[in-house]
């Protein structure tokens, strides 16, 4: 079993920076990858960026550059670092958690992950 818990949204404007923060415990191991997924009103969950048991990063095209993922195993804490905030930015963000082995194109893919966090909230106004 594993829980998260999201923390660190707020309300910036454009070209602002915010830093989220997941928190996460139970059965976290070097299988496991982890991920943030956003969701706007109206729109599907989307993946944003994802990281693996050993590090390796992916992140979608909007973001690169702006945004960094990382993880704290010694704090059991998952970071989205977002800089040069837009207003296509705006949504609730998610961090997800799974160890199903699966291919890298899968990972930013909502259907690969069992575990969620219940978000926190990103607004970028201009």
């Known amino acids: 079993q594993v829980t998260l818990r999201e923390s660190g949204g707020n309300s910036v404007q454009v070209g602002g920076s915010l830093r989220l923060s997941c928190t996460f415990t139970g059965n976290i191991d070097s299988e496991t990858y982890m991920a943030w997924f956003r969701q706007a009103p109206g729109k599907e969950r989307e993946g944003v960026a994802t990281i693996t048991g050993n590090d390796r990063t992916i992140l979608i095209p909007s973001v690169r550059g702006r945004f960094t993922i990382a993880k704290d195993n010694a704090k059991n804490i998952l970071y989205l670092q977002m800089n040069s905030l837009l207003p296509e930015d705006t949504g609730r963000y998610y961090c997800?958690?799974?160890?199903?082995?699966?291919?890298?194109?899968?990972?930013?893919?909502?259907?690969?992950?069992?575990?969620w966090g219940q978000g926190t909230q990103v607004t970028v106004s201009s």
């Open positions: 997800a958690a799974d160890r199903v082995r699966r291919m890298l194109s899968q990972l930013l893919l909502p259907r690969s992950y069992a575990y």
